[in-house]
C-alpha cells in the first residue's frame, strides 16, 4: 500500500509579495527574517494581509518587498530593539534568528561543545534582552520564538515527546537554545510578556541551511544526477522526526494569532509546543523533496550525507506528540 505521507501539498512561493498591504494591517516584525526558516515566516505572515518587517544586519533581495531594519542582533540593546517594535508598531515578533551559527553545530561531531560559551551567550543573551525590550513595548507585541525539539534531549523509541516532559538537553546546540527558550517561558509566565514558543523538529524544504542534513543532501544528489550515477553515501543510525519549513512558517502564524489556555505546563500567556508530527524516521529516505521544486532526476543508493553527524550519538529517536495547549 502507499504510503500517504507526506500529502500532496499546492506549491507555495517561498518570496513575500508586500503590495497591496493596508494601512491598518497588523505588523509582525521577524528577526532573522532573511534566514532559512524567517523567510518561510515573512511569507506565511504577509499571506495572511500581515506588514512585515525583517530585521537583520543586513538586507537581502530574497525578502526585498518588506521593509528591512539594520540590526546587529548579537549586540543590539534592549532600547535599540524596543525602538524597532515601537516605531514599526509590531503586534507581533517572532525570534527565527540563528544566533552565533548555532545550527552550524548541529552538524559538528561535538554538538557544538567547541563553541558552548559562544552558543550559550547568544543565544540567552539575545532573549533576556528581547524579554527586556518587548516588556517595555508600547504596543505589547506577542513573542514567537523558535526553539528546537532538541532542547528535550533524546527520546525513547515509540515515545513521542511533548511539552510536559522535563528537558535534558544532550548537547551544547541544545543547551543554548534551551537557555533562550527557558528565558521567554519565565518571563511570560511572570506576566513581562505573551510568548510561545516554537520547539522545531528537523525541518526540510526549499531553501535548506548548508549545514543542516538537507543542506548537505541536495549538492550531493544534484551532483549524483548530473553523472546519472547514485551516489555513495554514509547513512547513519539516528531516528529524527521532519516537518517542511512551509509548516513552521504556518504554526508560527497560528501562534500568534490564537488565544492560549492554560495546562500544567503552560499559562494562558506563556506556552512551549513541539512543533512537527508525531514519529521518528530513519535516514534512509528523504522525509520530502528539499529542492524549491521537484526531486533531482537521477538513481539514488541511499539518503544521507556524507560528513553529516547528528547531535545525539547513535540511534535515540526525535519525535514529536501533538501538543497539548489549546
Not at 33 to 57: K, S
Not at 86 to 109: K, L, P, Q, W
Not at 168 to 177: L, S
Not at 211 to 225: E, S
Request: charged share 20%.
Amino acid at each position: 500500500m502507499k504510503n500517504p505521507w507526506p500529502p500532496a501539498r499546492e506549491p507555495r512561493c517561498a518570496e513575500p509579495v508586500a503590495a497591496g498591504v493596508s494601512d491598518s494591517a497588523p505588523t509582525a516584525v521577524v528577526l532573522g527574517g532573511t534566514g532559512c526558516i524567517g523567510r518561510h515566516i515573512c511569507a506565511a505572515f504577509a499571506r495572511q494581509g500581515y506588514r512585515v518587517v525583517t530585521v537583520t544586519r543586513r538586507p537581502a533581495p530574497r525578502v526585498a518587498p518588506h521593509p528591512h531594519r539594520r540590526l546587529d542582533l548579537e549586540t543590539a540593546q534592549p532600547a535599540a530593539l524596543r525602538a524597532v517594535f515601537d516605531d514599526e508598531r509590531a503586534d507581533v515578533v517572532v525570534n527565527a534568528t540563528d544566533m552565533a551559527g548555532a545550527t552550524d553545530a548541529t552538524g559538528a561531531a561535538d554538538g557544538g561543545e567547541a563553541r558552548a560559551a559562544e552558543l550559550l551567550d547568544a543565544n540567552e543573551g539575545l532573549a533576556r534582552r528581547l524579554v527586556e525590550a518587548l516588556s517595555g513595548a508600547a504596543r505589547g507585541p506577542r513573542l514567537i520564538h523558535i526553539g528546537t525539539i532538541h532542547e528535550y534531549g533524546p527520546g525513547e523509541s515509540g515515545v513521542p515527546l511533548h511539552e510536559d516532559i522535563e528537558p535534558a538537553p544532550a548537547n551544547a546546540y541544545a543547551r543554548a537554545k534551551l537557555a533562550g527558550s527557558q528565558v521567554v517561558l519565565d518571563a511570560a509566565r511572570a506576566g513581562a510578556v505573551s510568548a510561545v514558543v516554537l520547539r522545531l523538529v528537523n525541518t526540510c524544504g526549499p531553501y535548506p541551511t548548508p549545514a543542516g542534513f538537507a543542506g548537505k543532501l541536495l549538492p550531493v544528489l544534484l551532483a549524483a544526477a548530473a553523472a546519472d550515477e547514485p551516489p555513495s553515501i554514509t547513512v547513519g543510525g539516528a531516528m529524527r522526526d521532519w516537518i517542511d519549513v512551509r509548516d513552521v512558517a504556518e504554526a508560527a502564524v497560528l501562534a500568534a494569532r490564537r488565544r492560549w489556555t492554560a495546562t500544567p505546563s503552560t499559562s494562558a500567556a506563556a506556552s512551549a509546543s513541539p512543533c512537527g508530527s508525531w514519529s521518528g524516521t530513519r535516514w534512509r529516505r528523504p522525509a520530502c523533496p528539499t529542492p524549491g521544486s521537484a526531486r533531482p532526476p537521477g538513481r539514488c543508493a541511499a539518503w544521507a550525507p556524507t560528513g553529516y553527524r547528528p547531535t545525539s550519538a547513535g540511534p535515540a529517536p526525535c519525535s514529536a506528540g501533538v501538543p497539548r495547549s489549546r
